[in-house]
């Protein structure tokens, strides 16, 4: 199941839609919005019995020498729970091609070598114990990367859409997450197309007013996007919310979707969202008003009494009230404190625009109780981020993505 949502105040997402895009707009008295249909990519053509080594092998040899991907591994955190070959190191880059295409330490996959078969199968992916991997990431959306968010002193070429497509697929599949959790969605097309060979369902959940709308050459609005191997989980049903400030509907949506381990039957409720940007006093405390509206809504579809994880770019550094508001109202804790020692990382984006450098913790993965986190994956050291920080030739987005292992408790 694909779909394509319209965010209202709490809507359910039942039955299959077709891919049509609507939205309600809030209006501009500065400007004229400009929808366009997600059609950007239709050049992109990605074939049915496509696999993610294929795919990984086509993103590797089509980016240029000067755009190798950054290397990254997973750090386990709990050894008595490893796989063998799912945590090992990730190779990256253009040395994937001489490792069988084995990349950020995960399941090696079988190779299609007759046909065309989307069924994808793995050598791994039998698990009988509630174990799998969620990935979140902000891709950052190209039309505001291009227009909007006045990134100063990338190399040349950083934001060219064509390169930064195959960075953003390169950088998904190769962590082979069997949840995935965007934000900042404005090619949603595209990944369904590209996911879906791959064994993936998602859906997605536009903001009633995107700024993307209101720029030259945009794609459609921006948004959320949650993807699910259906070879793993069964959908039971998803959500979306526009999320509210005093009773008042924001500019900010969130998904949620109920799933179901295929292997154990046990249930996990899996949430994607994206906080209203921008720093202050008075911003801050509209976002915490968003983390309640959230937890609330999490708490009225019954999310709080199973195993539940809530992933996204909260645009909040760890001390500002709405992350404890999160943690405390659904009783949740971030699991990369795991490996902090209790705090978060150094960073989840690293920018220079026009008014200074940011360097600062925005994204997180929280889970509760009834969940466990196995391993994280590690954050690019300073070297790797480069002086020009990010987005750069090697990385698509001026965040990191974010991933980790988690198996369900009794």
Known sequence: ????????????????????????????????????????????????????????????????????????????????????????????????????????????????????????????????????????????????????????????????????????????????PDVICLQEVDHFNFLKSCLKPLGYRGVFCSKPDSPCIYLADNNGPDGCALFFRHDKFDLISASSRIIEIWKIQSNQVCILANLRLRETGQQVAIVTTHLKARHGGLLATMRNEQGKDVANFLSSCGATSKPLIICGDFNAVPTEPVVSTIKN????????????????????????????????????????????????????????VGPTRLPNLSYPSDHVSIACDIHITN
């Not at 400007?31 to 249909?37: C, M, N, T, Y």
Request: with cysteine.
């Open 1 to 176: 199941m694909m779909l394509t949502v319209r965010c209202v105040s709490a809507k359910r997402i039942a039955e299959p839609a077709k891919n049509i895009l609507k939205i309600s707009r809030m209006g501009s008295f500065t400007s004229v919005p400009a929808l366009r249909e997600d059609s950007q990519d239709i050049d992109f053509e990605v074939p049915q019995c496509a696999t993610r080594e294929s795919l990984i092998h086509r993103c590797l040899s089509e980016l240029p020498m000067t755009a190798k991907p950054i290397s990254r591994y997973f750090v386990t955190l709990n050894t008595k729970s490893s796989k063998s070959g799912r945590y090992t190191n990730f190779t990256s880059g253009r040395e994937m091609e001489n490792s069988n295409f084995i990349s950020p330490g995960l399941r090696r996959l079988s190779f299609i070598s007759e046909g065309c078969d989307s069924s994808n199968a793995t050598d791994d992916i039998g698990d009988k114990d509630g174990r799998f991997r969620v990935l979140t990431w902000n891709v950052l959306a190209q039309a505001l990367a291009v227009s909007h968010d006045n990134f100063v002193g990338l190399p040349e070429g950083t934001l060219d859409w064509n390169l930064r497509r195959l960075h953003i697929l390169h950088e998904i599949i190769a962590y082979d």
């Open 329 to 384: 109202r659904l009783a949740v804790k971030s699991a990369y404190s795991n490996l902090y020692n209790g705090e978060e990382p150094p960073f989840t984006t690293w920018k220079v625009r026009g008014d200074g450098e940011y360097c600062h913790t925005l994204d997180y993965i929280f889970h509760n109780k009834y969940c466990s986190v196995d391993s994280v994956l590690s954050l690019p050291t300073a070297d790797q």
